[in-house]
């Protein structure tokens, strides 16, 4: 496979060679193969998280979040720190 890089990807490369990050042109692309994999199996993640959050929601499993929720959420997270902090360890 050839691939054809732009002269600023060309230049990064031959940079990140010559500081030692990389040993070859070819080193340079497999690592930038790898993070786009980790990159698009992430996303995999993300997508079929929120797929099953929809699913959740359409068999009415979801809740209505208020402004009163949301304070009452935060204070009862408050006391479980405070509980935790003042228990010895």
């Known amino acids: ?6 002269p600023d990807q060309r230049a990064f490369v031959r940079r990140a060679i010559e ?3 990389f040993t070859s042109e070819e080193e340079a ?12 199996r992430r996303r995999d993640e993300i997508i079929a998280a929120l797929n099953e959050a929809e ?5 009415g ?4 979040i ?3 929720s949301m304070k009452a959420l935060a204070e009862d997270v408050k006391a ?3 509980k935790r ?3 010895p360890r």
């Open 19 to 21: 500081t030692g990050r």
């Open 66 to 68: 208020t402004e009163k």
């Open 29 to 40: 692309v497999q690592e930038a193969l790898a993070l786009w994999e980790e990159r698009e």
């Open 85 to 87: 902090l003042s228990t």
């Open 80 to 82: 479980r720190g405070r």
């Open 55 to 59: 699913a959740a929601l359409e068999r």
């Open 61 to 64: 499993e979801g809740r209505t």
């Open 1 to 6: 496979m050839n691939v054809n890089l732009t």
